[in-house]
């Protein structure tokens, strides 16, 4: 059986992307053939400091990869994407901005034409590339362009929790926005599509036969019946009983503040949350730091960590890094892509 590649972008070069990434990666030898998409110097150096046994072999192109035989135990491949400014931890350079950008381009290139199982994507500082002059939201908005995907979903999801030995899986509805613009970007087309992806993928990508969707209000009690706000009448809940229509099991509106039991979560593969801040400090107070970023509705299967770059980690040198999440991702993201080719 072929040992699958898996992509790992390194993320922004002075946080702490890099070296959790070059640490999980070789603890997964066993299991699958990382693939680090960074520079190979910098990765070297790094590589050193964090263990002496570690080899890396560059590698220039997607094509020569597919030529290259599987690396040594001692060794791990770099799809090598060269910085323009030397890294000083903690420390954001613009200059090496579009870098950071080409290893996401090589990873999504990678995985679109099968070289990648999946990608797996070490936290980036949106500050750099968007200060090297390309506008730029989020790993989940520029997978979705260059996939040419309408519509993504972003979802948190943990292994099991400090109550539960069940996943817990948290979607939203709505992700990087202001609070004052959360309702207007709610409407019964947009959620039934939400609906319908999150179904999609919880059976696809995460073998889940009938999926359970617990939905949640955006009003205070879910709205109190109107009093407190009309989007659980006139929007979650017409979406609900559409989703419903198509034999799929969404339940709610539920008030967001007593959701989160386990006499509701033990029966349900996923949570749809309004807002970022609704659903995602749950999960991450849960988790204990072993929380996954998932895009759903994407052509390719795509992972990363629930945390950011910690700059203020990096710049206090190698060996500070907890790489839970970074493990976890990559562990989710070879899971999904089995029971997506089966």
């Not at 309408?150 to 817990?168: G, Q």
């Not at 959360?182 to 992806?197: G, H, K, R």
């Amino acid at each position: 059986m072929t040992t699958p590649l898996l992509a790992i972008t390194v993320g922004e070069p002075a946080g702490i992307g890099p070296e959790i990434s070059l640490h999980a990666a070789w603890k997964m030898r066993d299991v699958c053939q990382p693939v680090l998409i960074g520079d190979l110097h910098f990765l070297s150096k790094l590589a050193h400091q964090l263990n002496p046994s570690i080899e890396l072999v560059q590698v220039d192109s997607l094509a020569q990869l597919a030529k290259t035989p599987p690396a040594s135990e001692r060794a791990m491949l770099v799809l090598h994407c060269p910085l323009v400014s030397p890294v000083i931890p903690g420390q954001c350079d613009a200059s090496n901005g579009l870098a950071v950008l080409a290893t996401l381009d090589l990873a999504i290139a990678g995985a679109m034409n099968g070289t990648f199982a999946a990608v797996v994507t070490a936290p980036l500082q949106k500050s750099t590339i968007n200060d090297a002059g390309v506008a730029f939201s989020g790993h989940t908005e520029y997978l979705a362009e260059k996939t040419q995907t309408a519509k993504v979903v972003m979802m948190l999801a943990c292994s099991k929790t400090s109550t539960s030995n069940r996943p817990l899986r948290v979607a939203l509805a709505t992700t990087h926005l202001p609070l004052r613009a959360v309702a207007d970007a709610i409407n019964v087309d947009e959620l039934t599509q939400i609906i319908n992806i999150i179904h999609a993928d919880l059976q696809s990508k995460f073998g889940v036969a009938k999926p359970v969707i617990l939905v949640s209000g955006l009003n205070p009690h879910a709205g109190e019946s109107g009093y407190l706000g009309r989007e659980e009448i006139d929007i979650i809940s017409p979406a609900i009983v559409a989703a419903q229509a198509r034999q799929i099991d969404a339940r709610g509106p539920y008030p967001a503040d007593t959701l989160f039991q386990e006499k509701y979560l033990d029966q349900a593969d996923c949570v749809l949350a309004m807002y970022h801040d609704q659903g995602l400090p749950v999960l991450k107070y849960a988790s204990f730091g072993m929380g996954v970023n998932v895009t759903l509705g994407l052509p390719i299967v795509r992972t990363s960590v629930d945390h950011g770059t910690a700059l203020d980690i990096a710049a206090r040198g190698v060996g500070h890094a907890d790489i839970g999440s970074m493990l976890e991702a990559m562990h989710v993201a070879l899971s999904m892509s089995n029971t997506k080719t089966k």
